[in-house]
């Protein structure tokens, strides 16, 4: 029973720890194997760097190099040096701010944002979500491309390029709640404010995004999805998109 109580706290203890562990081996096999996308999330990778070697110039804001004294090598033969707090940092940067913005767009939108769950939770709900999101992706390209060669490219592609990011954040806060809402129902969890199940699913995103090799992969089909499912849901209106709206 008492395990049952703090579960959600458990259960988000272990996806941040699984996040710092997954970034610091996503920065490992970033220089030994060919993964030209590790540094993406993570960032910059600590290889060139001698170990405990001193910076040539020491940096205003950070004074005390903690990050270059914070490196080892790897007790694996072939890989990269791990660099522990390079790791915590791209979890406290990077899943933070994905966690902030995911839970931003549900405070702000909850009514849009209940019903995009919904439409993402009904049958083929994340299939129609993908396949839209890659065709929106589609799209956008073919549109920039073409805005190109006309004076409208400085003023129409950036907003274009914006409004489709802003679709994909809404989407990954959406099925960041969706995500939560899942594990709550597989790992029989007590019911919880929705915005610690989307804490939950928003940190199991960035676990995905920080998987070597395949998490970067793993991040653009989430990213895809929840600009599909922007689209599929016009950002979570009560009526959703049909071609009978054309038909009047």
Not at 47 to 60: D, F, H, S, V, W
Not at 162 to 189: P, Y
Not at 221 to 226: D, I, R, S
């Amino acid at each position: 029973m008492t395990v049952r109580r703090y579960g959600w706290v458990i259960l988000i203890g272990v996806l941040a720890v699984a996040g710092v562990l997954l970034a610091l081996a996503d920065i490992s096999t970033g220089k030994v194997w060919p993964n030209p996308l590790a540094e993406v999330v993570v960032g910059s990778t600590p290889y060139g760097k001698p170990i405990n070697a001193t910076p040539a110039q020491t940096l205003r804001f950070d004074r005390t190099r903690v990050g270059d004294k914070l490196i080892f090598e790897s007790p694996l033969l072939g890989f990269g040096p791990l660099s522990p707090y390079q790791a915590l940092r791209a979890f406290l940067s990077n899943g933070a701010g994905l966690v902030l913005l995911a839970l931003a767009a549900l405070i702000v939108f909850p009514a849009r944002a209940r019903n995009t769950v919904e439409r993402l939770e009904a049958k083929y709900g994340a299939a129609i979500a993908v396949a839209a999101g890659i065709v929106v992706m589609l799209l956008t390209l073919g549109v920039v491309t073409l805005l190109r060669f006309t004076l409208l490219f400085l003023a129409v592609a950036p907003l274009l390029v914006f409004v489709a990011l802003l679709g994909a954040l809404f989407g990954i806060a959406c099925i960041s709640l969706a995500i939560g809402r899942l594990v709550r129902r597989r790992l029989r969890l007590p019911e919880v404010n929705p915005l610690v199940a989307a804490l939950a699913g928003a940190l199991v995103v960035f676990d995905l995004a920080v998987i070597p090799y395949a998490g970067v992969i793993a991040f653009a089909v989430v990213a895809l999805a929840g600009l599909g499912l922007a689209v599929v849901s016009r950002f979570g209106s009560p009526g959703g998109w049909s071609f009978v709206d054309l038909d009047w």
